[in-house]
């Protein structure tokens, strides 16, 4: 026969955890719905970014023979030396969020090691720094902190790094990885080459804006601009990684939640046996003992 006291410690016990994880839910929700909030206001200052760089391009295409050239926009055809920079969380209990992208980027370095192009690890986030660290992957460089609470001149100063030694031709391209937010119940991997950029992917636009270049100077003008543009990259990939791991731990805590109500229900049940048998074995031991006395 079950023990009772056993059945119903563990009862209190998944109760005790169904606490949590509603309340890791209840929390999680909030955070998300602050992040998505910050997302969008980002989202329009993208839409803003890009517009201006697209209509800089235009002109560039239009009034310079030889389009647009520079380091920025190289293409290499043989490259030898790229940085892989990737976005995990600090924090577990959030489903598959990290190890997908954890499982991207070692997909992606064995390729490039197949191709015999040296990567170079660039990790922000605890989880992912960990993970490598005990695979004996060397990592470049490593933050802790700025994927729980992004911050623009942190970002700026992560991704500088990589942008100067692009430049002085000391690595032939960046790549940015994280799992982004796509809505409140799915994230989607995210794979950004940063550098070299395919001004190819701005749209073209009308030459009529307000912008008034020379065209001597437009090439200068938008160089500035994308170090913005590589830099608020950098920045919106922490805060759409961020909403996107706030809805998996909601998901993933909505889950444990449901699993625990599951398991109360299936342990309340058993409960109810053992005791119905604990009374009934009491009864025949009470009648026997009648019986016996007469």
């Known amino acids: 026969m079950a023990n009772l006291k056993d059945i119903k410690r563990k009862i209190g016990s998944v109760k005790n955890t169904q606490k949590t994880t509603r309340a890791m839910k209840l929390v999680s929700t909030a955070k998300l719905r602050r992040t998505?909030?910050?997302?969008?206001?980002?989202?329009?200052?993208?839409?803003?970014?890009?517009?201006t760089v697209s209509e800089i391009a235009s002109s560039i295409r239009k009034f310079k023979v030889g389009g647009i050239k520079g380091r920025y926009f190289e293409e290499i055809e043989f490259p030898v030396v790229v940085d892989i920079i990737f976005i995990t969380a600090d924090k577990g209990l959030c489903g598959g969020f990290n190890y997908q992208t954890i499982k991207y980027v070692r997909k992606l370095i064995e390729e490039y090691r197949k191709k015999d192009i040296k990567v170079r690890l660039k990790a922000v986030g605890k989880k992912?720094?960990?993970?490598?660290?005990?695979?004996?992957?060397?990592?470049?460089?490593?933050?802790?902190?700025?994927?729980?609470?992004?911050?623009?001149?942190?970002?700026?100063?992560?991704?500088?790094?990589?942008?100067?030694?692009?430049?002085?031709?000391k690595t032939d391209g960046v790549i940015l990885i994280h799992n982004g937010y796509k809505n409140m119940i799915t994230q989607e991997?995210?794979?950004?080459?940063?550098?070299?950029?395919?001004?190819?992917?701005?749209?073209?636009?009308?030459?009529?804006?307000?912008?008034?270049?020379?065209?001597?100077?437009?090439?200068?003008?938008?160089?500035?601009?994308?170090?913005k543009y590589i830099e608020f990259n950098m920045y919106y990939a922490l805060i759409d990684s961020l909403a996107a791991e706030h809805s998996a731990r909601m998901q993933a805590m909505d889950a444990a939640t449901k699993n625990a109500?599951?398991?109360?229900?299936?342990?309340?049940?058993?409960?109810?046996?053992?005791?119905?048998?604990?009374?009934?074995?009491?009864?025949i031991e009470i009648i026997s003992g009648m019986e016996a006395m007469k």
Do not use: C, W
Not at 37 to 47: D, I, M, Q, T
Not at 198 to 206: A, L, P, R
């Open 128 to 169: 992912g720094i960990e993970f490598f660290k005990f695979q004996g992957e060397k990592l470049e460089k490593e933050v802790v902190g700025l994927s729980a609470s992004p911050n623009y001149e942190e970002a700026s100063k992560f991704i500088r790094e990589s942008v100067e030694d692009f430049l002085d031709e």
């Open 36 to 51: 998505e909030e910050l997302a969008k206001r980002s989202r329009s200052y993208e839409e803003a970014i890009n517009h």
């Open 189 to 227: 991997l995210k794979s950004i080459n940063l550098l070299p950029i395919d001004i190819g992917s701005f749209k073209e636009t009308e030459v009529n804006s307000m912008i008034e270049l020379e065209p001597d100077e437009s090439e200068k003008v938008l160089e500035s601009l994308l170090n």
């Open 261 to 283: 109500k599951e398991m109360v229900d299936k342990l309340t049940i058993t409960y109810n046996k053992a005791r119905q048998e604990s009374i009934t074995t009491e009864l």
